[in-house]
């Protein structure tokens, strides 16, 4: 089983980047699906997810508005949609799929221990 993170760049602020998050070995559409971000020295902080199956999503307040996660079935991949980035965006961007359920769906932001596996990460640098 494997989540490989990709779409990771450099952009000015106000730009824009699409991270993917490909499965392999399981059908990422059957399960809850996050994207989480981490500076050195900082905790990690959910961004967006899916809590299940289902389609509802959930964002981080700070990234209302500006990213969208979305889910390709056929392609068996997780988008993160990242429109007018700010230089505070910058970070090592992991997504990160759960086998379980989450007691709240809103969990799915906040819980980053309960998810069984991580992709590599995909680092976004956003300069001013």
């Known amino acids: 089983l494997q989540l490989q993170a990709s779409g990771g760049g450099s952009v000015q602020a106000g730009g824009s980047l699409r991270l993917s998050c490909t499965a392999r070995g399981f059908n990422s559409a059957n399960h809850g699906i996050g994207w989480f971000r981490q500076v050195p020295g900082k905790e990690r902080e959910g961004v967006a997810c899916f809590s299940s199956s289902r389609d509802t999503t959930y964002y981080a307040d700070f990234v209302k508005g500006r990213f969208t996660i979305s889910r390709d079935r056929l392609k068996n991949t997780v988008y993160l949609q990242m429109d007018n980035l700010r230089p505070e965006d910058a970070a090592v961007y992991y997504c990160?799929?759960?086998?379980?359920?989450?007691?709240?769906?809103?969990?799915?932001?906040?819980?980053?221990?309960?998810?069984?596996?991580w992709g590599q990460g995909t680092l976004v640098t956003v300069s001013s």
């Open positions: 990160a799929t759960e086998f379980g359920d989450f007691t709240r769906p809103t969990m799915c932001l906040t819980a980053w221990s309960m998810y069984d596996y």
